[in-house]
């Protein structure tokens, strides 16, 4: 499956974002989507994942409450609502897939190019 996140931008402290990934492939429905995030000079931190039938998600602590993923299987597309940004949100967004159910990156093979989110304080 190929994955493409989009939906980034330049926002402010308190804004709301949504991301979008979209993937191609007849096999989507069989992957947890995760979304992961990366600030300049980190590593990929994960932010949530949804089940293939999206009736199970999991969320960093970071960003519950705040955060809502969710997918539409018959658009091969998973999404992320970022609600009340703040700046340690910043980086660089990629959304994943992954046989598995889990938050480690590793375990997602499958990696979609980045969408840059921005958070000015």
């Known amino acids: 499956v190929q994955l493409q996140a989009s939906g980034g931008g330049l926002v402010q402290a308190g804004d709301s974002l949504r991301l979008a990934c979209a993937a191609s492939g007849r096999t989507f429905n069989d992957y947890n989507i995760g979304w992961f995030r990366q600030a300049p000079g980190k590593g990929s931190d994960f932010v949530a994942a949804?089940?293939?039938?999206?009736?199970?998600?999991m969320y960093a602590d970071s960003v519950k409450g705040r955060f809502a993923i969710s997918r539409d299987n018959a658009k091969n597309t998973v999404y992320l609502q970022m609600n009340r940004l703040k700046p340690e949100d910043t980086g660089v967004y990629y959304c994943a897939s992954s046989g598995d159910w889990s938050s480690q990156p590793t375990r997602y093979p499958y990696w979609g190019q980045g969408t840059q989110v921005t958070v000015s304080s």
């Open positions: 949804i089940s293939t039938t999206g009736r199970s998600t």
